[in-house]
């Protein structure tokens, strides 16, 4: 499933990204720093999507009080629970 998450207090807008079978694929950050972005999309290229919420969760741009990579995870773990009640609600 394809999901869109829309960031607060980052330099990107927004992050686009893939669960299937609770694997993350297709990470794409709108803005933010270019190179980190791609480099943490490329990491996460396939990682449990509740690993990477694990890893990602909290971490913090300078004074900020998060950054792209936990604004991510926050819509990684949104996106896992809206698939949980989808599969419960079946």
């Known amino acids: 499933m394809n999901y869109t998450h829309k960031n607060n207090g980052t330099c990107s807008s927004r992050v686009d990204f893939s669960i299937v079978d609770g694997k993350l694929h297709n990470v794409k950050f709108v ?3 270019d190179g980190n972005t791609k480099a943490v999309a490329k990491l996460l ?16 741009c300078g004074f ?16 896992l629970k809206k698939e949980k009640a989808e599969n419960l609600q079946k």
């Open 64 to 79: 900020r009080g998060t950054s792209c990579a936990d604004q991510l995870a926050i819509g990684v773990e949104n996106a």
């Open 45 to 60: 290229e396939g990682m449990d999507a509740e690993r990477a919420v694990e890893i990602l969760k909290g971490n913090q």
């Open 31 to 33: 803005g933010g720093c």
